[in-house]
């Protein structure tokens, strides 16, 4: 027994270190990215008005680390539509696309996960704008004051110093959850845990879409690695990550005092995000 569970320790470390490089370097990137697009994507979003949920499911998609976040501010301001902030939140990918290109997937693949979320945002953030504009009338007013809330971003520290700490971070989360998964697969096999989650269309994306919920970019880390694995197809991982925000929920009850409203916006992107799980399983078998 303790022979294999050293083999798996071994096993774990080598393969976590193979992507090391790789994960530095798209994270390089993506800090890059958000120190060129971060303020410009805010101010699109500001004045994107009834178009608010097509610009915000289309810029959620991109790599920014605090756009989620922002977007959490600009709402609880009044600033953006509700739609728009789920159009976001459904869109954003926190640690999936970093981790999913250090592991040399398909480009091709990554693309359709992207726009299949990117999809799912806007139709569902238009979907809730007009649903609201229906049932009401009059138009909340600004809060400015909630905008004065501070960002919970790491930028600031250089994209060098930034990269090698959210590398680092996300690389912990790698290793621990990939040790205590590979220790359960060799106990119990791999079929059998997938056969868990794997074949339950309906099962599946109900539990995952709870692991998504967790406001913190080891969810992300998780689920992607669940999916990687085998142990989970794509429209389960598609359920979990449409619900997954990173740490916006807990921004959310920060900066907008009405908890009721909260928890039925938990509820909301918790619904959207396991109904395309399970319908997306009917038509996406990979």
Do not use: W
């Not at 977007?71 to 970093?98: C, V």
């Not at 509820?267 to 399970?278: H, P």
């Amino acid at each position: 027994m303790s022979h294999d569970i050293l083999h798996v320790l071994v096993h774990t470390l080598l393969d976590s270190l193979k992507i090391l490089p790789f994960l530095f370097l798209t994270y390089l990137v993506m800090e890059y990215l958000e120190h060129k697009m971060n303020n410009k994507t805010k101010k699109i979003v500001e004045k994107a008005g009834n178009y608010g949920p097509l610009l915000g499911g289309i810029l959620g998609a991109v790599p920014q680390c605090g756009f989620s976040v922002s977007a959490t501010n600009l709402y609880a301001g009044r600033i953006i539509t509700l739609g728009t902030l789920i159009a976001i939140y459904l869109s954003t990918s926190d640690e999936m696309l970093p981790l999913l290109i250090s592991n040399g997937m398909n480009i091709g693949l990554i693309i359709k996960i992207l726009s299949i979320k990117v999809l799912i945002g806007i139709i569902a953030g238009f979907a809730i704008d007009i649903c609201i504009r229906l049932l009401k009338k009059k138009k909340e007013e600004t809060k400015i004051e909630s905008l004065c809330e501070h960002e919970h971003c790491h930028c600031e520290n250089g994209i060098f110093k930034s990269a090698i700490k959210h590398t680092l971070s996300v690389m912990l989360y790698i290793l621990i959850f990939s040790l205590i998964l590979n220790i359960i697969i060799e106990l119990i096999g791999e079929a059998n845990i997938a056969n868990l989650i794997l074949n339950k269309t309906f099962l599946g994306p109900i539990i995952v879409g709870l692991v998504g919920l967790i406001p913190n970019c080891a969810s992300s880390v998780i689920i992607t690695e669940l999916y990687i694995s085998g142990v989970i197809n794509l429209a389960t991982m598609l359920a979990g990550l449409l619900v997954n925000s990173g740490i916006s929920l807990v921004v959310l009850f920060r900066v907008n005092k009405n908890v009721k409203e909260n928890i039925k916006i938990i509820g909301l992107l918790y619904t959207i995000g396991v109904v395309s799980g399970i319908v997306l399983d009917f038509f996406l078998k990979i």
